[in-house]
């Protein structure tokens, strides 16, 4: 870890000299799909929807410190060997939340990692994945979170070592945009909605996710716990109702169970419809073995 930090530290200094790069990366942040959004008020069946996707999505997770946190008022800290990070305000309180956000700001954010001020967001929240996301599937997420209660909790600044200006050049290098076509769907699911990657793709030592060895299992960011390679390297003899069952119930085919934190995701995913999770079983067994 600390020889990875090192050579953090000198990527970190060669990246100072391209900081003027940040300039050409902001050409990217006027999209016209979401500059055009209408505004609209939430429906009941688009609140119904973006609750499965946020379960799906196990935003909840990050967003909500404990059993005792106020839910989706955030301030849940992610270790990083960049600094420590905290998940913001995501219920409708229109000072400390996102309750006067537009359609085309919630869009903006989750799709292009920018905050309503025109600010970069740090890759600790996953816009990377989110990105992948269609318009109409991050409108029903809006829609379910700004039928939550307010709660007026500030966001905690992020302990990090990289300084905001430095994040446009770890875009162009690193941030690709969507979003993705939604078929097929287990590809969807795992990749936008459920964000597997985000934990079980290894990541270079800027932190960007090696996408060539997706899902061949990483270190866990701040703790000692790694999540598991799930290519058909490691779970090939896994059949298709294994993968369901674990994602139904958290139970391994040798009868274990897995634990926190994915054992959190699973109680998001075990509310998803029995196609959604055999597609996503299916999508798992096709992607390339990844042997590390």
């Known amino acids: 870890m600390k020889a990875m930090r090192n050579q953090v530290a000198?990527?970190?200094?060669?990246?100072?000299?391209?900081?003027?790069?940040?300039?050409?990366?902001?050409?990217?942040?006027?999209?016209?799909?979401?500059?055009?959004?209408?505004?609209?008020?939430?429906?009941?069946?688009?609140?119904?929807?973006?609750?499965?996707?946020?379960?799906?999505?196990?935003?909840?997770?990050?967003?909500?410190?404990?059993?005792?946190g106020a839910p989706f008022a955030g301030g849940v800290a992610l270790k990083t060997s960049f600094g420590i990070f905290y998940s913001r305000n995501i219920t409708p309180d229109p000072v400390h939340g996102i309750g006067a956000w537009s359609d085309a700001?919630?869009?903006?954010?989750?799709?292009?990692?920018?905050?309503?001020?025109?600010d970069f967001y740090y890759p600790a929240f996953p816009f990377t994945s989110f990105t992948g996301m269609t318009d109409r599937d991050l409108l029903d997420i809006k829609a379910y979170l700004f039928a939550q209660k307010p709660v007026a909790q500030t966001n905690r600044a992020p302990d990090t070592v990289v300084p905001r200006f430095m994040l446009g050049v770890w875009r162009a290098l690193e941030f690709t945009p969507g979003p993705m076509s939604p078929e097929p769907r287990g590809a969807y699911l795992a990749n936008a909605i459920a964000h597997c990657g985000e934990c079980h793709t290894p990541r270079d030592m800027l932190g960007g996710l090696e996408n060539e060895r997706r899902f061949a299992g990483a270190p866990v960011e701040g703790t000692d716990k790694v999540a598991p390679n799930i290519t058909p390297a490691h779970i090939g003899k896994w059949s298709r109702d294994d993968?369901?069952?674990?994602?139904?119930?958290?139970?391994?085919?040798?009868?274990?169970?897995?634990?926190?934190?994915?054992?959190?995701?699973?109680?998001?995913?075990?509310?998803?419809?029995?196609?959604?999770?055999?597609?996503?079983?299916?999508y798992v067994k096709s992607v390339p073995a990844q042997y590390r």
Request: aromatic share 2%; with cysteine.
């Open 10 to 68: 000198m990527c970190l200094i060669v990246l100072a000299s391209l900081a003027l790069l940040a300039s050409c990366a902001t050409e990217r942040l006027t999209r016209p799909e979401a500059a055009s959004i209408r505004l609209a008020r939430p429906d009941p069946a688009a609140v119904a929807r973006g609750e499965y996707l946020v379960r799906a999505a196990n935003c909840a997770g990050c967003h909500t410190r404990g059993k005792t």
């Open 105 to 118: 700001d919630f869009i903006r954010a989750l799709r292009d990692g920018v905050s309503p001020d025109g």
């Open 243 to 282: 993968i369901v069952t674990l994602l139904t119930t958290g139970m391994k085919p040798n009868g274990d169970f897995v634990a926190a934190p994915m054992s959190e995701v699973v109680d998001g995913l075990a509310k998803l419809t029995p196609s959604d999770r055999a597609a996503l079983a299916a």
